[in-house]
């Protein structure tokens, strides 16, 4: 028979000796964890812990009082953050999603970054429509209201601007895994298969290429080819459930998995089908990768693999020795990550992390190292990331003996955070 | 070589014959579809799609305008939502997930429902600890900040109230499925495997009970049998990727999958561990099930297999006939839904739907009926779920049979939407 429990429960008798820092001391991999005892930091954590809290003497917020919520006042530090220098306008900007502050692989709508070519269109459902033509038979238009009467699929893939980490190109330049790798988000879209829709407008047999086109004041603009587009292309309405933000291209973006954000074109107004590329603005003067010898590489859409850790990292320093969180996140635009490896001198020795599953192709892949306990000293803290074609993400200074320093698109290479003494953490360049 | 495209080329010349009507009146699945051209509708879908609209004319919103995003104000109406009668107060009671809304299996943070007891408490992490006391080696007490510092998984996993659709045991009264299915959600839970913190406490022998106390107002208290606590718990502080919202219990809740949502206690700050049930006020004179013959069946936590169709459903009417979205969710507390079936009569004749991926254990999984069309005649549509027990989502009927009436609790029953000519959907109960 138990006795019943209420709130003067929590009224620990003294002698219970309570200890809240043998844990966390022995970290929990090692069995000294479970022989150690004592009351260290009782009486100290007795003080906050017993006491009867303003919360729980008074009613709290009631249901009606926000239909649509919001985060906790304590966390509106998590937040899409642009940088001044950047970029000459706002309009035509990006801001970063707050990685380091995220677990999981779900990005919150509110946070997933955003990159407008002319400021984010505010569009009236009502007046928006689609349009398919070009060298079709049936050209067709579709309101709305038409496409949420079609079949839907909903798949998880990540969105990375192909700028990701373009700054780091020649050095390590931003401290904060939000601006070096902040420019990627991963939602479960909803919509209809881009396929359907071709197939319904009649593709013509000498057709090898669609142009998609946004309804921002920008026009954006890009060709991709027709293998990609009947492949797993989605023409999206939802994201993480709901209609799609306005920033993200309400009331209906494109989603093309794997490869560059650049690509996914918001505001979706129009789907041309023709027999080349259009060789728009964003895929010739932009979105193309300057090489060593001045030739640009074009149409490099696919995102190689990549990860980074996002605890610790400069914005989340250790708090202290023993056990400690170690996690990050891992992606590929060509397939599915299998093995994520970390190291903490800098690439010499590597460990395996553990992959959370669900694993998914063209999804972002949530990994930890367990048991990890941090000793006080310097580290290097490196990850790197395998995906099924075999590819292995490599390091910078690999990457630029094929590649140079000349482009601001496509780096992927393995990151490298210094932990120093303080538990500080700091972004460098190796090698 | 292509012509430059521009935002004059959505000028398309007259003659493309634009069809936003043959797609939709022939449906996806018949050949018609491909064969079916012709002006139909045309004229007046051009003087809406070929203009040149607001947004594609100025610039729009920049990207430091919303720190944290929020939906457009076209989906305004989209949010959690009470009912009147149901309660007689504001802080204890309950609101609704607006499922008619949402598709996918994630549903977004801000409208995941909620039920208090005695409001949503407003904790301040600084301030909060988790204790674990009573038939233990080791006493412990947690701060934030040391749960931060522990290994975490990250998992999805639905929550269901066990009242939900507790209004429709004797007959059908809600007409929506925000009120006759809304007090459920899903998300990516991350934090740490309550199994670590008991292990590194200490379980006695002879503990075979936990006791979960709630820092609100309430002082919400459940027990929660061993094997579970060993099994699956996860002590959570981040729910798709960021951390908790405060109506769902920041800093800290407790994540019981499959179980009924009173277990999962928000605002967790004690675990005693003992050796019975604690017989508290929330597992006797509530969420116990009354039976025909007037005792309670106590602890049946586990939410027995169960579906709905979100569309069509009350708030959305079918626009028309053809081409229509037919989906739906499913779930089981027990493990994984293996298949789901649609009647569009009843229940005599059934229809195998498609399951999106991934489907997972205790997890809302998101159905599809690909290629439905209306013909414009009555139905009465339903789903039926099974797991991976073997069970079957049972009708109305066969579950009063065995359970009678005077519950509010566990009515896992198929739901009847009957669609009349116009396109409306009535919640209705058959036989």
């Given at each position: 028979m138990r006795k019943k429990s209420s709130n003067s429960d929590i009224n620990v008798p003294e002698n219970e000796g309570l200890d809240r820092r043998s844990f966390l001391r022995a970290?929990?991999?090692?069995s000294t964890a479970l022989a150690a005892g004592g009351l260290a930091g009782a009486s100290g954590a007795k003080a906050a812990g017993l006491d009867i809290p303003i919360w729980s003497q008074q009613l709290g917020i009631?249901?009606?009082?926000?239909?649509y919520g919001k985060p906790s006042v304590y966390e509106s530090g998590v937040v899409r953050r642009s940088v001044d220098?950047?970029?000459?306008?706002r309009e035509s900007s990006i801001n970063f999603t707050p990685l380091y502050a995220l677990d999981g692989f779900v990005t919150p709508n509110g946070i997933c970054f955003e990159r407008h070519h002319g400021g984010a269109a505010e569009v009236d459902p009502a007046q928006h429509h689609l349009m398919i033509n070009g060298m079709v038979d049936r050209p067709l238009l579709f309101s709305v209201e038409d496409l949420l009467r079609l079949p839907r699929v909903s798949r998880f893939f990540f969105l990375e601007c192909?700028?990701?980490?373009?700054?780091?190109?020649?050095?390590?330049?931003?401290?904060?895994v939000q601006y070096t790798h902040g420019m990627v988000h991963c939602v479960q879209y909803t919509g209809v298969p881009l396929k359907l829709l071709l197939e319904e407008a009649g593709v013509k047999p000498k057709a090898d290429w669609i142009m998609v086109e946004g309804g921002d004041s920008a026009g954006m603009n890009r060709s991709i080819p027709m293998a990609k587009a009947l492949d797993d292309c989605i023409v999206a309405l939802f994201m993480n459930g709901e209609r799609l933000r306005v920033e993200q291209g309400y009331p209906v973006r494109l989603v093309v998995p794997g490869f560059e954000g650049n690509m996914w074109v918001k505001w979706l107004r129009r789907i041309e089908v023709g027999d080349g590329a259009w060789q728009a603005r964003e895929e010739t003067s932009k979105y193309t990768d300057l090489m060593p010898d001045g030739r640009a590489r074009r149409f490099t859409w696919e995102m190689d693999c990549k990860s980074v850790i996002t605890n610790p990292c400069p914005e989340n320093p250790?708090?202290?020795?023993g056990a400690n969180v170690l996690t990050g996140l891992a992606w590929s635009g060509r397939g599915t990550v299998t093995r994520v490896d970390v190291s903490m001198d800098g690439g010499r020795n590597w460990l395996e992390a553990r992959l959370e599953g669900p694993v998914m192709p063209k999804c972002l892949t949530r990994f930890y190292l367990d048991g990890w306990e941090w000793d006080g000293s310097e580290v290097y803290l490196q990850s790197r990331a395998m995906d099924d074609t075999g590819y292995v993400q490599p390091q910078m200074v690999e990457l630029q003996k094929v590649r140079g320093v000349n482009s601001i698109y496509h780096n992927n290479a393995i990151q490298t955070w210094h932990v120093l003494k303080s538990g500080e953490v700091e972004n460098v360049r190796l090698g």
């Open positions: 970290g929990l991999a090692g009631d249901v009606d009082a926000l239909p220098w950047l970029t000459a306008t192909a700028a990701n980490g373009g700054m780091e190109w020649r050095n390590a330049q931003l401290n904060g250790i708090p202290g020795k």
